[in-house]
């Protein structure tokens, strides 16, 4: 006997073509087409799993889902987040650095406090720009590709106040006063989407050839932002380009081009971050042009586009240059020590064999000209006399170590 749920039972087979005939032949066909058009839809949706040839542009490739940006006025407060990226975690800290990460805490004790480090960074992209994240793999692989450690140390500041907001601070740079005065008491917070201040303000060197670049500069050490605000992420998005450029015109992969000082603060840097600043207040300006002369001798804070701009003095007092006051001045928010930055020994300035750096002016007019006039005349000069001062020069710095030791020991003697 046949089991009634047996493929070969006759009152199953019976059933299943009355069945079948009482389907219209317009719904056989309607019910076709729509798988049809379902498989049509996920190969679609899928399309980006779809292997393609690279080209030139694809080392990086981007997942075109789009990001959700921090809208202007979405968030109502700050994030009590400090972060800070060091080779170490902070129980290994040197006694210097122990001193100004203590200062953060010390002021702020409500806050949360951390330090991404050389160990735990990779990680921390991985987990929140990987699959499992904002599936951004461009990102993730552009982040592993870099090996010059400004470079990534940019990137990864971009990349943690995208996602998280809050403080971020250079290792090296100690709170003076709680991150609460980072914010006059005139402005309404919710309507605030970052905190920046001043650091070089010297537009009458914006034409020059070394110190242009450098001449008007928003300061990258210390600001304060709300999660996913969209500067973050075009900052990344610039950078990937201009490594993509920089290793193509030297013929090699990212992790390999050799770059110089000033590329590092044009490319990543402080030059790098007042560009996309600038880009994005024209954006909300609703028409108005936003530029340098906006900011020029600030002298008291000011909102731009949701993005709040404190005077140089807040975040960069005590250089010796652009008016910026000093440490003891009520409005310096923070204190750059600068014992962390040794970077530029992998990234060299353009030094002259004559008359060195033109950054050890720092900005001093007279300076400035004296040593363009210097360079320019020494450029005119023929191969063989430039040479010549060239090798005396070397010979006057070869002799000043021991010049410098008679004169110490001549002072010294009764």
């Known amino acids: 006997m046949n089991s009634p749920i047996s493929p070969l039972s006759p009152r199953l087979a019976s059933t299943t073509a009355k069945f079948r005939n009482r389907i219209p032949v317009q719904l056989k066909r309607a019910i076709s087409i729509y798988l049809a058009c379902v498989c049509v839809l996920l190969i679609i949706l899928n399309v980006d799993l779809i292997p393609s040839a690279s080209g030139s542009r694809s080392v990086f490739r981007r997942n075109t889902t789009a990001q959700k940006h921090l809208h202007h006025g979405e968030s109502k407060s700050f994030p009590k987040k400090i972060w800070q990226t060091w080779k170490v975690d902070p129980f290994s800290f040197e006694q210097r650095d122990f001193i100004t990460a203590r200062s953060w805490t010390a002021k702020n004790p409500s806050f949360r406090y951390e330090v991404l480090t050389d160990s735990n960074d990779m990680g921390y992209i991985e987990q929140h720009f990987g699959s499992e994240g904002l599936n951004r793999i461009d990102i993730v692989d552009l982040y592993r590709s870099v090996n010059a450690t400004i470079i990534k140390a940019d990137l990864l500041r971009y990349l943690v106040m995208y996602i998280e907001g809050g403080i971020y601070a250079d290792i090296d740079v100690e709170a003076l006063r709680p991150v609460h005065k980072f914010i006059p008491e005139r402005y309404d917070e919710s309507e605030l989407d970052m905190v920046i201040g001043v650091e070089i303000d010297q537009p009458q060197f914006k034409d020059h050839k070394i110190l242009g670049k450098k001449s008007e500069s928003f300061c990258q050490w210390t600001f304060m932002a ?189």
């Open 226 to 414: 709300k999660p996913r605000h969209p500067v973050m992420l075009q900052l990344v998005e610039n950078i990937k380009d201009w490594l993509t450029d920089i290793s193509k015109q030297q013929g090699v992969r990212i992790g390999e081009v050799a770059l110089d000082f000033d590329q590092v603060i044009s490319g990543t840097g402080p030059s790098a971050f007042t560009v996309a600043i600038l880009e994005e207040m024209n954006r909300r300006s609703n028409g108005a042009s936003i530029t340098w002369n906006d900011f020029h001798d600030l002298g008291e804070s000011k909102v731009v586009g949701g993005i709040l701009v404190l005077d140089i003095e807040a975040f960069a007092a005590g250089q010796g240059h652009s008016d910026s006051g000093n440490h003891n001045a009520r409005g310096a928010l923070v204190k750059h020590n600068y014992h962390a930055s040794n970077w530029p020994s992998r990234h060299p300035r353009f030094n002259h064999p004559i008359y060195g750096e033109v950054e050890r002016c720092n900005w001093d007019p007279d300076c400035v000209a004296r040593w363009d006039e210097d360079v320019a005349i020494f450029d005119l000069l023929p191969p063989e006399e430039q040479q010549r001062r060239i090798e005396e020069k070397k010979t006057q710095d070869n002799n000043r170590p021991q010049l410098e030791l008679k004169a110490r020991l001549l002072y010294t003697c009764p």
